[in-house]
């Protein structure tokens, strides 16, 4: 009896070994490869050339690299022709080690047909973000460092094939579908080199308009980083119920924006006091009829 069930699991263990191999030649037979050509030393002499390719490939890289770093280039194209370099110098790694192990290229060229139609149809909006990330690098409405926004804002950290990698300004990591901006509103805030501030104020109705509109020129000429060479306009924006409204609009360099918002709603409060100007606030007045 013992010795019929190990005879019974030879036999199993020698089909399947059989099949094995089958199916490996079969595979085999379908690129193109002939197994009886293959030998140990041409495997060996194959996998060397491989890495010896992938080293020369990332020499290549590293000094497109370097060269694309001098081009004008953004920093988001020079970062994606890095790329398509790397992947195209691999995909001709690959090729050559196929030749060379007895692999015909035509087969692999098919093979890669193939899958890239299969991939190409399970994975149409990971395309889509490669389409539309190819297009904001040619089209160039923001670049690396920029300030935008989108469906958030903040800061461009990265544009890569499927996702925008914005930073917050609290500190946020967010990625964006490429699609996804193409496809909406796009504000870049670092697109001029300049900025305006909008400001609106109020003063009491017991003050002169002219009076009042100094203490603001007042407090525009004491902020430093606001540009002088673009004059500040100062106007009446309306009359309220208590209060008469009024409009800043001035201008600073774009990465002084913020500062120089704060510092000049700041000033606003001093120039006032200065000037002897108050704020109105919110009143209602009751008269009692005898």
């Known amino acids: 009896?013992?010795?019929?069930?190990?005879?019974?699991l030879e036999t199993r263990v020698d089909a399947v070994s059989s099949s094995g191999q089958?199916?490996?030649?079969?595979i085999a037979k379908t690129i193109g490869l002939d197994p009886n050509a293959l030998s140990l030393s041409k495997i060996i002499g194959?996998?060397?050339?491989?890495?010896?390719?992938?080293?020369?490939?990332?020499?290549?890289?590293?000094?497109?690299?370097?060269?694309f770093k001098k081009s004008k280039l953004t920093e988001g194209m020079k970062k994606f022709m890095v790329r398509a370099v790397k992947y195209i110098l691999y995909f001709l790694s690959i090729l050559i080690f196929c030749d060379s192990i007895g692999i015909p290229?035509?087969?692999?060229?098919?093979?890669?047909?193939?899958?890239?139609?299969?991939?190409s149809l399970s994975i149409q909006n990971l395309l889509g973000n490669v389409m539309s990330g190819i297009s904001l690098l040619m089209?160039?409405?923001?670049?690396?460092?920029?300030?935008?926004?989108?469906?958030?804002?903040?800061?461009?950290?990265n544009i890569g094939l499927f996702y925008t990698e914005i930073l917050t300004?609290?500190?946020?990591?967010?990625?964006?579908p490429n699609e996804t901006i193409m496809g909406s509103k796009l504000i870049n805030y670092h697109s001029e080199d300049t900025r305006r501030i909008d400001i609106t104020v109020n003063a009491a109705y017991d003050y002169?308009?002219?009076?009042?509109?100094?203490?603001l020129y007042d407090a525009v000429e004491s902020v430093p980083t606001i540009l002088k060479d673009k004059p500040a306009v100062i106007g009446v924006a309306g009359y309220g119920e208590s209060a008469i409204l009024y409009d800043i609009k001035a201008w600073s360099?774009?990465?002084?924006?913020?500062?120089?918002?704060?510092?000049?709603t700041e000033a606003v409060s001093e120039c006032y006091s200065k000037h002897g100007v108050k704020m109105a606030y919110n009143r209602l007045e009751v008269e009692l009829i005898k």
């Open 139 to 157: 089209l160039k409405p923001f670049d690396i460092g920029d300030y935008i926004e989108t469906d958030v804002a903040g800061t461009v950290k």
């Open 208 to 215: 002169e308009i002219s009076a009042v509109k100094a203490a």
């Open 253 to 264: 360099k774009t990465e002084d924006f913020l500062a120089s918002k704060y510092a000049l």
């Open 46 to 67: 194959s996998v060397i050339l491989l890495i010896i390719l992938i080293a020369i490939s990332k020499i290549i890289c590293g000094i497109f690299s370097r060269a």
């Open 1 to 8: 009896m013992p010795e019929q069930i190990g005879d019974n």
């Open 22 to 26: 089958n199916v490996l030649h079969t």
């Open 105 to 119: 290229i035509t087969s692999m060229l098919a093979i890669f047909s193939l899958l890239g139609l299969a991939i």
């Open 169 to 176: 300004l609290d500190n946020k990591r967010v990625y964006i």
